[in-house]
């Protein structure tokens, strides 16, 4: 168990760390990635493209004219390393961090 520790890096959040181990440069426990800034809790809703997710954010919205609230949703792509093992319909944890591509600028940390 102490092994597995000295491997996986300290990302500075309160989050439990996969137990299997990768080689990804992207992953922020086993890799150089660091991670900042928003960190947002939603449903997995695809995951077709070659490791990265598409994770579904559902909020309320007021609507002042009415008062009443309106449910929206975001979409945000992610990065997620092969350690999370994460599937369509999993609830998982994203943090935000540097730009990966034109439009990944998040990364999974935990599987719920």
Aim: include cysteine.
């Amino acid at each position: 168990m102490a092994e597995k520790t000295d491997k996986t890096r300290n990302i500075g959040i309160n989050v439990t760390p996969p137990e299997k181990t990768c080689t990804d440069q992207y992953c922020p426990f086993h890799g150089t990635l660091s991670v900042r800034g928003h960190i947002i809790t939603g449903v997995v809703s695809s995951t077709k493209m070659q490791h990265s997710i598409l994770v579904k954010r559902e909020y309320t919205q007021i609507v002042p004219k009415f008062e009443r609230y309106e449910k929206r949703t975001s979409i945000y792509p992610a990065h997620c390393p092969p350690c999370l093992n994460v599937q369509v319909g999993d609830k998982v944890r994203i943090a935000e961090c540097r730009p990966l591509s034109k439009t990944i600028s998040f990364v999974a940390i935990e599987k719920l």
